[in-house]
């Protein structure tokens, strides 16, 4: 059974910082992996899709990576900015009706 | 391009009772998603539509929740009778194709309460 893991729950950065989410699962054989951005009361939008035969993706200041072997997905933010405040959630496509979410990092920047 | 719509907004509803949701995907995608957010936690699928057959409802709680997509489109959940553990976000999804995350849009839910 497929299980998604995001380390930390919660972290609160200064502005300008360059910072890192994790994401781990368990099972190796995916199709997909997503990240997206939830802010307070919104629901989901997507920032990044990596699909199973990349290894990363890149848009503006975003960077993911996808290491299927070993089971991780990193998303790398760029010079951190208090508009970047939300939650991350990654995603992971086991298959076409499977798609299990991570319970999110929950990110703060302070100006 | 419109959004996926969601509604009501929020309810708020005693244990027992039962209340419905509903959502309109964006035009044209087949595949429709329900999900139930509790807080603190990532969206846990409940059911999967195909144009209007199901895909996957195997985390649907089947004695007290239903749903359905009248001829491919809109889509309505309900619980009856609701418990006070069904208090969540049930976030509604749509894409053009099932399982590769391409144009996947969520709404932005029904917060439920029950007390």
């Known amino acids: 059974k497929q299980e998604v893991t995001q380390i930390p729950a919660a972290l609160s950065v200064p502005e300008g910082e360059n910072l890192v989410l994790n994401c781990s699962f368990t099972d190796s054989a995916i199709y997909n992996l997503q990240w997206f951005r939830q802010d307070p009361g919104k629901g989901l939008t997507s920032l990044l899709l990596i699909q199973s035969s990349q290894r990363e993706q890149t848009s503006g200041r975003l960077n993911a990576s996808l290491d299927k072997s070993s089971g991780r997905s990193t998303l790398y933010i760029a010079a951190s900015q208090p508009g970047d405040s939300a939650t991350y959630l990654c995603a992971v496509y086991s298959s076409a009706s499977k798609i299990i979410f991570g319970s999110g990092t929950r990110l703060s920047i302070r100006p | 391009e419109a959004g996926v719509a969601q509604s009501p907004r929020y309810k708020i509803i005693e244990k027992r009772q039962s209340v419905a949701f509903w959502c309109n995907p964006i035009?044209?995608?087949?595949?429709l998603y329900w999900y139930q957010q509790i807080l603190g936690q990532g969206p846990k699928l409940l059911i999967q539509f195909q144009n209007n057959g199901v895909v996957d409802d195997s985390q649907l709680p089947k004695d007290r929740f239903s749903a359905e997509r009248l001829k491919g489109v809109d889509s309505t959940l309900k619980i009856q009778p609701a418990k006070l553990e069904d208090s969540a976000v049930y976030l509604c999804a749509s894409s053009p194709t099932a399982g590769t995350g391409v144009g996947y849009t969520f709404g932005s839910g029904t917060r439920l309460t029950v007390v």
């Open positions: 035009s044209g995608h087949a595949t």
